[in-house]
């Protein structure tokens, strides 16, 4: 009987400490699972680095620089284009009254006539200058003060040999709709402030040895402030030229008054802006002068007159026609 017990109890603790098939199916089970989702989540890892951006491994693309702003070369900067025409257009004085010889002028050679052209409202630029200074032409450069380059211009075509005055802003008739620019002399200035005004304008322009009226039309019919400008022009031995935007223009009685020399225009050569036109001009002064000796002229610095001289450049020797400063054209009283 004790036999029997024992043996019952060995088979007992036999029987508990042997696993079952059971158990050992569901111990594997979850070892599995265990080591599939261990194995799952390596993978998910691996491939999430595998497929997630990494910016220090992307190649540059392939795309151009941007030029730096230095390196972008800008159209050339078209020339100043102020009213059209800037001078008011007017009925051109009388020949007779206007191509007088001036005193005192070397006599012309026989056959030979002379013209001046003026080039008005430089200062703007100055690849305008330097076209003009490439010319084989004397002109004259009346300088617009208060522009960009109005100081240099003129040091420009003083160095190259070519006379400089000053192209003075005055009061037009439709001012202020029309505006002639800064510090303008206008009628209803005092004296004291006109000479302020065109004391300023003379300053900026070195090398000036004349003026010019900018406009006008207004301006030059009143006596009173034409005085004032031509004692100043007296006290600096300067001329004056009047570009003669109205035939009320009182400058030559001033200039007269102050024993200023002076002289008037004949001709505006640009007043329409289209080159064909403009050389059909230049023809004209060649004649105008070869009739009456000189001739005086005024223009500006277009793109359609720059090339319109160029190609009229030697037009004025074939026809005896020799282009001078306008301060040899000059006269009094």
Request: proline share 8%; hydrophobic share 45%; aromatic share 6%.
């Amino acid at each position: 009987m004790a036999k029997k017990k024992r043996a019952q109890k060995r088979r007992k603790s036999t029987k508990k400490a042997t696993p079952s098939a059971r158990e050992v199916k569901v111990w594997l089970a979850a070892l599995f699972l265990l080591v599939f989702l261990v194995g799952s989540m390596a993978l998910v890892k691996l491939l999430s680095d595998q497929l997630a951006p990494q910016p220090e491994a992307v190649a540059p693309q392939a795309t151009a620089p941007a030029l730096p702003r230095a390196t972008v070369v800008p159209p050339p900067r078209a020339l100043p284009v102020e009213e059209a025409p800037l001078a008011e257009p007017t009925t051109p004085e009388s020949p007779a009254e206007a191509a007088s010889v001036p005193q005192p002028v070397v006599p012309l050679p026989a056959g030979e006539a002379r013209v001046a052209i003026i080039v008005d409202d430089l200062g703007q630029d100055l690849w305008s200058a330097r076209a003009l200074l490439a010319l084989d032409l004397d002109l004259t450069f009346a300088v617009l003060p208060d522009l960009p380059y109005s100081t240099r211009v003129a040091q420009l075509a003083y160095q190259g040999g070519r006379e400089v005055i000053v192209h003075v802003p005055m009061e037009p008739l439709d001012f202020p709709a029309k505006n002639p620019g800064v510090d303008a002399l206008l009628t209803g200035l005092s004296d004291e402030e006109i000479l302020r005004r065109l004391q300023g304008h003379l300053a900026q322009i070195p090398h000036a040895v004349g003026a010019n009226n900018h406009m006008g039309s207004r301006f030059t019919q009143n006596s009173a402030g034409m005085r004032v400008v031509m004692a100043e022009m007296a006290r600096r031995e300067m001329f004056f030229v009047d570009s003669l935007t109205t035939n009320g223009s009182v400058v030559r009685h001033a200039a007269t008054e102050f024993a200023v020399p002076f002289a008037r225009r004949d001709i505006f050569l640009d007043n329409v802006q289209d080159v064909d036109k403009i050389r059909q001009e230049l023809r004209r002064l060649i004649q105008f002068a070869q009739r009456n000796g000189s001739a005086i002229a005024i223009c500006h610095p277009y793109r359609e007159t720059l090339e319109a001289l160029r190609l009229e450049e030697q037009s004025f020797a074939r026809a005896g026609v020799r282009v001078v400063p306008v301060s040899q054209l000059l006269r009094r009283g």
